[in-house]
Every structure is written in C-alpha cells, then in structure tokens.
C-alpha cells in the first residue's frame, strides 16, 4: 500500500532565554528530553540550535550538548541582547528553510509573538510550523500562528492524581482513555486511505481540544496512548521499515 504520510525532516530553533524567562525553568533544570521525544514522534530531528547569551545560562549548555544542540551565542548589545538573538534565529530559520527543501518541519520554541512573523513566511514557503513553549508565557498570537502548538510542562507543576499508585506505572490496558482522543481518532480514521502518522492524530485531538496533553491522562508520552488504544482495539499501528510507526483503522471484526 502506498503510503500518504512520512516522517517529517525537523528543524529545531529554541530561543532559550524566551523559555526559562517567567516560565518556572531555569538553566540549572531545563531539560529538552520531554519536548525531542515529542518530536521523535512525528519524524527525525535533523537540525537543533539554540540562541542565548550563554554566558548567562552556563549551567546548561552541558546538558544541550550531550542532546546534539548547536549553541549559537549572541552576546548583549548596548540596547537589547534579546533583540539580537531574535534577529539571528529568524535569519538562520529563513535561510535553512531556502537551502533545505528535504525540510519540511520548522519548530519554533519561544513563545514570543515576535516570531509571528517568521511563521507566517515559513506557511508561506510551505513549511509546516510547530511552536513550542510554555502555555502561562505564551502568546496567543503567536499560537494561532503555528499549524501546530506544543505546550511544555513548567517544573513543579503536579497533575491531580486520585490514585495511590502513580497513573504512569498503571499497564497500558488498565488506563483510561480519553474520550476526546477517541473521537478525534475515530473521525480521522473514517477518511483514511493510507496509513496516518501518529502526528496526524494528535494534531486532530488538539484541534478539538487546544489544552490537551496525554500526560494529564496518565500517559508519559503520546507513543503509549496510542498503545492503549491499539489493545483496545480503536486503531492498529504497523511499523515501516525504517522503524517509523504508522496508524490504521482498526481491524474489522469476522
């Protein structure tokens, strides 16, 4: 069967200062992991770098290394370091973006609505945008901007849980899944002819619901909600060969 969808070529641009400003993160606790297995989950991550001056945020340019980050460091001027480091990326993003066509996926991580601008001209040059940020620090102009946003979680911030044991160690099979994620897939699945990237589903599920995060859910990523819900018999998931995962209307019953 010919497959629609592919993984996405991922272009990666964080605007770190943006993301440990008012957001609860700091350069001693910032951790990319969550958000690259996020990312993972649409296609390759081919292109990562951040902006700051990283003399202010020493403590965590080990830990963006050991993740493969370019650290582009762009000291303070005489008016406005933040400025400069803004203009940089939105450079470097456009021109990525003229020299690279195998790269189709541009991530924004700020939640500026400076960079509304640079969406919008990415859209333009048929790219698709994610932006990805804090939600309290975000702008929702810049949100609006984006095909697609990724909220990240700020440290110290607990999930309600009614249960003693956490949700997470719960098997799959005993999790509850939630109904938006079950409509949302079901009416995507209907129209299928192909089989669908596990992007495509959560970007239905977020279209009916801005808010939703799996990890409310009980789910420590999208992957193992959408494993609860193949063992539930709602979808089935094949694997191509290049050990990408693709989604199917599950299988109809003799």
């Known amino acids: 069967m010919k497959r629609e969808s592919h993984d996405q070529r991922i272009a990666l641009f964080i605007d770190f200062e943006n ?37 202010r945020f020493a403590a965590a340019t080990q830990r963006l290394h050991d993740k493969g980050v370019e650290l582009i460091d762009v000291p303070p001027s005489t008016r406005a370091g933040k400025n400069g480091a803004d203009v940089r990326l939105v450079i470097d993003a456009l021109e990525l973006c003229y020299l690279r066509e195998h790269i189709d996926t541009f991530v924004l991580a700020s939640g500026d609505s400076d960079f509304c601008p640079l969406a919008y001209k990415l859209r ?35 999930r309600e849980a009614s249960d003693p044991v956490p949700r997470e160690k719960a098997p799959v099979k005993e999790k509850v899944i939630p109904e938006i994620a079950k409509e949302a897939t079901a009416a995507l699945l209907s129209k299928a002819t192909a089989p669908i990237n596990p992007s495509a589903i959560k970007a239905a599920i977020v279209r009916r619901e801005p808010d939703f995060d799996e990890h409310d859910h009980g789910f420590s990523s999208f992957s193992r909600l959408l494993e609860a819900m193949e063992v539930a018999g709602l979808l089935r998931r094949e694997q191509g060969a290049k050990g990408q995962w693709y989604v199917l209307p599950p299988a109809e019953t003799p």
């Open 124 to 158: 333009e040059n048929d790219r698709t945008v994610i932006g990805m940020a804090v939600k309290e620090a975000t702008s929702p102009l810049f949100v609006k901007a984006c095909d697609e946003f990724i909220y990240l979680r700020a440290p110290g911030k607990r």
């Open 19 to 55: 993301l440990v400003t008012r957001t609860g993160h700091s350069a001693d606790n910032f951790d990319l992991q969550p958000a690259l297995d996020t990312l993972l989950e649409k296609g390759k991550v081919v292109f990562r770098r951040a902006y700051a001056d990283w003399t």
